[in-house]
């Protein structure tokens, strides 16, 4: 029997992600349209534990949808890891009259979506990660701006890098998942990639993929390094020693989480939003909404913390076919 959903609540956790703004505005708008109160839960799991918890309207949510970061904040909350500090989240919840919630996050937010569906509260979990490492979804909010933004970024270091006849080792994020390093591995055309799930932890090999571009006549090499492998200044050092060639580190960190959101991004934010919106009105808890073969579904979220992905293997081996 279908539970009527009268307030939901949302929040954004975990790691930001360009798109999170878009979506929190797809799920107010929509909740609006369709007569719900809704409530906006400041800095994740760690504000709904301290009551941070405002009203939102259609108006609130003006002008944010090109925004990078999220207006809700975001945080991580160990507190919430606990049985008492879920117990606490979901009296709050009751306190606030809150039926529904939306969580925007990653894996780690959807398994506390999980548990506050477990005790009463109808929960939906959103992607939002730059990182594409949730496993039922083909798709994550902000992975499209993050790989845009990086290579962009990296176009810029290939301009010196060739200019000095360099090596250039380039680390992505994407903490143990190399999506962003393969993507932009293979969109701007680096001689090697290196990514977690394929890691033999042999340097020895791009040692000699560094000396066999230069035996090519090729006057620099790019060389996109995953975070999840890491250590790319050090590795920066021992590829020169090894190899003569001058060697540069470069870290992109936390400048390919921000900015505005791709049309792509916008858009599967604003249906996911609207989808988990809708799973809400049909009486349905403890589901993550997901773009799979296509299509946007949604997945028990146990089921789908169970379900494992890896990145694509013809795309690696593509990879190595397009260097000269
Ligand atoms: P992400 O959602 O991006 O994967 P984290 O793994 O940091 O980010 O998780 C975000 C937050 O989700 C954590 O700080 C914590 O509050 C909550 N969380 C993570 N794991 C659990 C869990 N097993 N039970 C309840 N809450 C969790
Ligand atoms: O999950 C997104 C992400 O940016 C990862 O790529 C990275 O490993 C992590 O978050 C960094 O987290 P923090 O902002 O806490 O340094």
């Known amino acids: 029997m279908a539970k009527e959903v009268k307030t939901i609540g949302v929040l954004t956790s975990g790691g930001d992600a360009p798109g999170m703004n878009v979506a929190i505005r797809a799920v107010v708008r929509t909740a609006c349209h369709k007569g719900l109160k809704v409530k906006g839960v400041m800095r994740g799991y760690a504000g709904l534990l301290q009551e941070e918890i405002i009203d939102k309207d259609s108006a609130s949510v003006s002008s944010i949808i090109y925004r990078g970061g999220t207006v809700l904040n975001t945080a991580r909350c160990e507190e919430f890891v606990?049985?008492?500090?879920?117990?606490?989240?979901?009296?709050?919840?009751?306190?606030?009259?809150?039926?529904?919630?939306?969580?925007?996050?990653?894996?780690?937010?959807?398994?506390?979506?999980?548990?506050?569906?477990?005790?009463?509260?109808?929960?939906i979990g959103v992607p939002g990660t730059i990182d594409l490492d949730i496993a039922c979804t083909d798709y994550t909010i902000g992975f499209d701006t993050a790989i845009n933004t990086a290579m962009?970024?990296?176009?810029?270091?290939?301009d010196t890098s060739a200019s000095h006849e360099r090596c250039s080792i380039i680390e992505v994020m994407g903490r143990n998942?190399?999506?962003?390093?393969?993507?932009?591995?293979?969109?701007n055309g680096a001689e090697e990639i290196l990514l977690p799930e394929r890691w033999n932890g042999n340097e020895q090999e791009v040692v000699n993929r560094v000396l066999e571009c230069r035996k090519?006549?090729?006057?620099?090499?790019?060389?996109i390094n995953a975070e999840g492998i890491g250590h790319s200044t050090s590795m920066a050092r021992r590829v020169e020693a090894a190899t003569g060639i001058e060697t540069r580190a470069t870290i992109l960190g936390h400048m390919q989480r921000g900015g505005s959101p791709t049309c792509r991004d916008r858009m599967?934010?604003?249906?996911?939003?609207?989808?988990?919106?809708?799973?809400?009105?049909?009486?349905?808890s403890n589901r993550?909404?997901?773009?799979?073969?296509?299509e946007f579904v949604d997945f028990d979220i146990q089921e789908a913390l169970q379900?494992?992905?890896?990145?694509?293997?013809?795309?690696?081996?593509?990879?190595?076919?397009?260097?000269?």
Request: proline residues 1%; positive net charge; aromatic residues 6%.
């Open 268 to 284: 599967f934010a604003s249906i996911m939003g609207a989808r988990a919106v809708q799973l809400l009105l049909e009486g349905k």
């Open 307 to 324: 379900m494992k992905k890896d990145i694509s293997e013809e795309q690696y081996e593509i990879s190595k076919l397009l260097v000269r």
């Open 82 to 123: 606990t049985p008492e500090g879920q117990k606490k989240g979901a009296d709050i919840c009751h306190k606030h009259n809150i039926d529904g919630m939306v969580v925007i996050g990653g894996d780690g937010s959807f398994r506390g979506a999980g548990k506050l569906a477990e005790l009463g509260i109808n929960t």
């Open 152 to 158: 962009q970024a990296i176009d810029k270091v290939v």
């Open 288 to 294: 993550l909404v997901a773009y799979k073969h296509g």
């Open 216 to 223: 090519k006549g090729k006057k620099h090499c790019i060389i």
């Open 177 to 187: 998942a190399g999506y962003i390093a393969l993507w932009c591995g293979i969109a």
